[in-house]
């Protein structure tokens, strides 16, 4: 079993900060890329930014320039630091990645396969 663990959302107003925690846990083998989604209400799940094993990143286009993404490879955990936040930006944040996790059989490709339970961010206006 893994099992993603997201904090740090909260209640900000508009041009406020807020830093955002994802840590994976259980029966990891590795674990290469790393993203963060997010779901506004009445909204689909949009990707909001990716980090490779080797720091590589992109974002969407409307976070660029406020948000940074990165990871604590020992940790298996990875941050959203998000500035300047916008009302829109209200959401629950979710993690994601593609891993591989042990199974009976041995490592296992698990590609994008669990979510974190979400933290919600909300941004006032």
């Known amino acids: 079993q893994v099992q993603l663990v997201e904090s740090g959302g909260g209640l900000v107003q508009a041009g406020g900060s807020l830093r955002l925690s994802c840590a994976a846990s259980?029966?990891?083998?590795?674990?290469?890329?790393m993203g963060w989604y997010r779901q506004a209400p009445g909204k689909p799940r949009a990707l909001v930014a990716v980090?490779?094993?080797?720091?590589?990143?992109n974002y969407a286009d409307s976070m660029k320039g406020r948000f940074t993404i990165s990871r604590d490879n020992a940790k298996n955990t990875v941050y959203l630091q998000m500035n300047n936040l916008k009302h829109e930006d209200t959401a629950v944040y979710y993690c994601?990645?593609?891993?591989?996790?042990?199974?009976?059989?041995?490592?296992?490709?698990?590609?994008?396969?669990?979510w974190g339970q979400g933290t919600q961010v909300y941004v006032s206006s």
């Open positions: 980090i490779s094993s080797g720091g590589s990143t």
């Open positions: 259980g029966s990891i083998f590795s674990i290469n890329a």
């Open positions: 994601n990645a593609d891993l591989t996790a042990w199974s009976k059989g041995g490592p296992e490709p698990m590609p994008f396969a669990y």
